[in-house]
């Protein structure tokens, strides 16, 4: 067992050897602002330069790229990253091969719906289902949603589910228990939240909503986290009466940080879904 462990280590610190040695030779002094000189012998960059440029120490990087057995830290490997020109996918296999474990990756909004992913929403054709990216805008959704969430009726800058669920008294008021799902809601984007605090339009999010809904404010001010938002959710629907679902949400593309989100009606009427029975429920 333990000679197993060690000949894959003596193989994984051989990759990072080679992907480094290979990672710097592809890249000339021209392309990291460095001149050429007449006396270069080094194809790409020398382990010195490398060196340099990451702020990191000339024997822990030569040792690093030789495959020997030390531990370095993230910020190391993020400032040889940088100098490397690595991209993401370059990047988390260095953490790989180096850490054993892949890097924090930054969290974006993506705001492009796969083709796949369409397809898949178009077959849900009684299920109420829609994808949210990481600042939980709705970028896609099919007929069922529709009916539900009336997301074709509203401004598109307001195609937000959480922006949805706290700013519009006409959506949430249909919720049965509203007050006991709220903190749930919040509890879970928070989550999401924290993967990009820096950026400005998930700030822009949150400062709205605390300007325009004191619910929002107060539970935003708790700073509880929780897990994914799923379990049961019944709505008041129109000439039908409660209505409700067990609704969940799935990992649809992770790098993307897109969710799909489905609801199943249940009871009397898992059968009939979100049927044409359904009026729309925007309060036009």
Known sequence: MSDTLDNRLDRTRSELADFLRRRRESLSPLDVGLPVGKRRRTPGLRREEVAALAGVGITWYTW?????AIKVSSTFLDNVSRVLKLDEIERRHLFLLAHQRPPAMAGQAWCELPPLVRRLLDDLTL???????????VIGWNDAAARLFGFEQR????????????????????????????????????????????????????DGLERISPLF???WNRHDV???CEGRRTFMIEDQGPVAF???????????????????????????????????????
């Open 64 to 68: 690093l790229e030789q495959g020997r």
């Open 127 to 137: 299920r109420p289902s829609y994808v949210l990216n990481l600042r939980w805008d």
């Open 155 to 206: 401004d598109p800058a307001e195609r937000n589910m959480l922006w949805m669920l706290f700013a519009d008294d006409r959506l949430n008021s249909r919720i049965v228990e509203w007050s006991v799902q709220a903190p749930q809601v919040l509890a879970s984007f928070r989550r999401d939240f924290a993967q990009a605090p820096e950026d400005e339009s998930m700030v822009e999010l949150v």
């Open 217 to 219: 404010k107060s539970l």
């Open 226 to 228: 929780h897990g994914r």
């Open 246 to 284: 067990d609704h969940s949400s799935f990992v649809v593309d992770e790098e993307k940080h897109l969710r799909l989100v489905f609801y199943a009606a249940v009871g009397e009427n898992e059968e009939v879904g979100i049927s044409t029975k359904m009026t729309e429920t925007t309060g036009e």
